[in-house]
């Protein structure tokens, strides 16, 4: 089962997600409430564990912001996906740039949503409308400066492709192909958007376009290879 947390000031938008998950019986709601304060002082009174996935509200009425209440969610162990109205793009990148694995329209169909937090209770980023036009234009997403050479890399290797195989792919050495890797590494932190594991790499190449720029490579799991 996954454990799920909804986190919004309307509690009507919140019975709805509630039946929703019940419906899809592989959901647990663990917590329903209208403020990040009260579902990490409810975790810790109850000493339950984190929420798998954390559906979030982007504006709350309790005067917090979006990046405080995603950061917070984060650092507690949750993924987080933002509930979000379409016209708020500036404050969904805010939120993106804080550590929400996605985000999902309120105008969704109740069955992406559902489809959401089983894609993210994955540990799968969402690569979808609502992501995509947060990201567009926003040059905070796309100042890494990677060379055509990482940018490939990258590619490949965030298509799912397992390092050796890249490095065959583009006619390099495999220390060659992890050297890239690694630089890309580097140029991410050095700009504030980390990626240490492979899921965020795969984030990070969403966010700039670069799975875009050919047909993803079919390819193995998400292991490190």
Not at 30 to 45: D, I, Q
Not at 56 to 83: A, K, P, Q, Y
Request: aromatic share 4%.
């Amino acid at each position: 089962m996954t454990r799920v947390a909804l986190i919004d000031d309307h509690e009507s938008v919140r019975l709805g997600l509630e039946a929703a998950c019940e419906r899809a019986e592989t959901m647990d709601v663990v917590f329903s409430g209208s403020s990040v304060t009260a579902y990490l002082t409810w975790r810790s009174k109850t000493g339950a564990a984190p929420a798998d996935v954390v559906v979030l509200d982007l504006t709350l009425g309790d005067g917090t912001t979006v990046t405080e209440n995603v950061r917070r969610l984060v650092l507690d162990g949750s993924s987080v996906i933002i509930h979000s109205v379409a016209d708020r793009p500036a404050a969904v990148r805010e939120a993106l740039a804080a550590g929400a694995a996605g985000v999902v329209s309120k105008s969704s169909r109740i069955d992406d949503v559902i489809a959401a937090v089983t894609t993210v209770a994955r540990g799968e980023p969402l690569n979808n409308v609502e992501w995509a036009s947060a990201v567009e234009g926003d040059r905070e997403f796309a100042d890494a400066q990677l060379s055509a050479r990482e940018r490939e890399v990258l590619r490949l290797y965030a298509a799912g492709l397992p390092l050796k195989v890249v490095a065959d792919r583009l006619g390099v050495a495999y220390s060659t192909a992890k050297e890239n890797i690694t630089r890309v590494r580097v140029k991410y932190v050095e700009v504030g958007r980390p990626a240490p594991t492979k899921v965020d790499l795969l984030r990070r190449a969403m966010e700039d376009g670069i799975l875009a720029e050919s047909a993803a490579e079919p390819g193995g799991g998400a292991g490190d290879g």
